[in-house]
């Protein structure tokens, strides 16, 4: 448990970014629901290659200034409890970016930043979250 188990890939225009990474990396890309967001997909279903799958979606925030080295992938790390776990990052000096919300069906998830300012999420699963 703790692990990276997903990134996400903020993007100004998700059809020219989804175009990117699939010509580039052979990714495949499915829209997950009605939402604007793409779950990728960097290896098929059941590989055994190492690696994790990801997302992507329209960037909330204005884009920070090109070669700033600040913009980046968002990893999630796998976690049992939710609010133990958020209550270990805010005593540990981590603030909250974006609360704890449902993904309805399949798990709770919310992101931080760390001491640095860097983004993370945290996800539990739980078939009965909405």
């Not at 699939?22 to 055994?48: L, N």
């Amino acid at each position: 448990m703790n692990r990276v188990v997903h990134f996400e890939i903020q993007a100004e225009n998700p059809e020219r970014a989804i175009k990117f990474y699939r010509d580039i990396f052979g990714w495949d890309f499915q829209r997950w629901g009605e939402q604007e967001y793409w779950m990728v997909m960097t290896a098929p279903k059941d590989s055994k290659e190492p690696g994790i799958n990801g997302g992507l979606l329209p960037r909330p925030a204005k884009t920070p200034p090109k070669e700033c080295g600040t913009n980046s992938y968002v990893c999630t790390v796998l976690v049992q409890n939710f609010d133990e776990t958020a209550k270990k990052i805010l005593a540990a000096g981590g603030i909250v970016a974006m609360p704890k919300f449902a993904l309805p069906g399949m798990a709770w998830q919310g992101y931080f930043l760390d001491t640095e300012g860097n983004t993370f999420g945290i996800h539990q699963p739980d078939p009965n979250a909405k």
